[in-house]
């Protein structure tokens, strides 16, 4: 039996997609060593969050970054944060590593109306017994978009707004990848090893 000719078309590119998407993301998959990874008997995993180092001039954004990755860490009462880095079993540290700001449109007379704030950012997962990485991600680059606004106040209100949700993607981004490597026993054909409703 043939497949209609749109199935033909968009079958390809569904997988060529797929491809892309896993191949060149800069991340490698964690998903076959968590076998190995440390979990206490009541099934509780210890985080440390090292302060993010900031190469840019984004001033104070590592401590937006921090908090919004600590409200999203308390969500699960599995993930548990110590203020002692020697009590935690793992320790998540990053970089944000460079900035960029250009003009997406203009107004008259060639100014600005609308800039893009362009932020990348590496993070990293250590096991705190070996000192081994976890997993790393590299060279992760987020966008949001932001009005040029009557005064550099009122545009750097805007960018502050921007960088807010960039912040609360990025920890979201980072809970979702601790919930699926620390939940998912590929071994065990992805079973669950720590309950998802308590994540």
């Known amino acids: ?7 033909r078309i968009i079958l390809p ?7 892309i998407l896993v191949g060149g993301c800069g991340y490698s998959s964690p998903y076959n060593t968590n076998n190995d990874l440390t979990i206490d008997d ?12 900031n190469k840019t001039d984004l001033m104070g954004f590592e401590a937006t ?21 020697d009590a935690a079993d793992y320790i ?17 007379f060639d100014r600005a109306t609308v800039l893009r704030a362009e932020v990348e950012f590496t993070y990293t997962l250590t096991d705190q017994n070996t000192g081994k990485n976890v997993f790393r991600q590299a060279r992760l680059l987020k966008r949001q978009n932001y009005n040029v ?5 009122r545009t750097n ?3 502050q707004k921007s960088l807010k949700l960039m912040s609360e993607d990025l920890a979201d981004s980072i809970y979702i990848q601790l919930f699926y490597l620390f939940t998912l026993d590929s071994s065990q054909g992805n079973k669950i090893i720590i309950p998802a409703d308590d994540i």
Do not use: C, E
């Open 1 to 7: 039996m043939q497949l209609p000719f749109t199935a």
């Open 13 to 19: 590119l569904i997988l060529m997609s797929s491809l």
């Open 42 to 53: 009541q099934k509780h995993v210890n985080f440390y969050l090292s302060m993010w180092d």
């Open 65 to 85: 970054i921090q908090h919004d990755i600590i409200l999203w860490l308390k969500k699960s009462n599995r993930f548990h944060i110590t203020q002692k880095k």
């Open 92 to 108: 998540l540290d990053g970089t944000i590593t460079s900035v960029n700001q250009p003009a997406l449109s203009y107004g008259a």
């Open 149 to 153: 606004g009557a005064d550099a106040v």
């Open 157 to 159: 209100s805007n960018l």
